[in-house]
């Protein structure tokens, strides 16, 4: 089973400032395979980014992913309002999905 | 986008059985392009995919080896849903339950539902 690890497990920003989000694997992976969430609270996570950089269906482009191999980003360029909300990475391999355990972006 | 409609009880004793099912609508169980997942979240366990149900000319099912021995996921095709059933509960398995199409990644998610288990 791959783990992931996300880091920081907080971040502390501004509106208007820029986010990164670091997603580490336990070993190396497909990229094809690195989505990542958001989750507001009280709601269901929503897809943002699937193939490690492709962003879904209506997700602002604001939202960027990259990465490859064992390290990955979610970067927010410009945080509005409703971005701070907590953040997961999801890989899959060999019939087995995994998450991290998230990342909250709260505002300072 | 389809969306999905999750139902069942809240409320278990230990030793019970869940049982949960989801509603398709905008799309049938039984489309080759998706799967169907069952996903809980707790704090001491976080996001933690449980098992899914999938179509490819014959049905097919993944589990995750945690739950593995205690859970059956269903397709109903009369009623274009899926349903988890995870025999004897614990206290451990109080969470808040999701179901999910998707394929790698989880495209859309149902509302989620919590289930308690406590005596």
């Known amino acids: 089973e791959i783990v992931l690890t996300q880091s920081p497990g907080t971040l502390s920003l501004s509106p208007g400032e820029r986010a990164t989000l670091s997603c580490r694997a336990s070993?190396?992976?497909?990229?094809?395979?690195l989505a990542w969430y958001q989750q507001r609270p009280g709601q269901a996570p929503r897809l943002l980014i699937y193939?490690?950089?492709s962003r879904a269906t209506g997700i602002p482009d604001r939202f960027s992913g990259s990465g490859s191999g064992t390290d990955f980003t979610l970067t927010i360029s410009r945080l509005e309002p409703e971005d701070f909300a907590l953040y997961y990475c999801?890989?899959?391999?060999?019939?087995?999905?995994?998450f991290g355990q998230g990342t909250k972006v709260e505002i300072k | 986008q389809g969306q999905l409609q999750l139902s069942g009880p809240g409320l278990l004793k230990p030793s019970q059985t869940l049982s949960l099912t989801c509603a398709i609508s905008?799309?049938?169980?039984?489309?080759?392009?998706?799967?169907w997942f069952w996903i809980r979240q707790s704090p001491s366990r976080g996001l933690e995919w449980l098992g899914r149900?999938?179509?490819?000319?014959?049905?097919?099912?993944d589990y995750a080896v945690s739950v593995k021995s205690r859970i059956t996921v269903n397709p109903d095709t009369s009623k274009n849903q899926f349903s988890l059933q995870l025999n004897f509960v614990t206290p451990e398995d109080t969470a808040l339950y999701y179901c999910?199409?998707?394929?790698?990644?989880?495209?859309?998610w149902g509302q989620g539902t919590l289930v308690t288990v406590s005596s």
């Open positions: 999910a199409r998707g394929n790698y990644h989880f495209d859309y």
């Open positions: 905008g799309e049938s169980v039984s489309s080759e392009g998706a799967s």
């Open positions: 149900t999938y179509y490819r000319s014959k049905w097919y099912n």
């Open positions: 070993q190396s992976m497909s990229s094809t395979h």
């Open positions: 193939g490690a950089s």
């Open positions: 999801q890989q899959y391999y060999s019939s087995s999905w995994t």
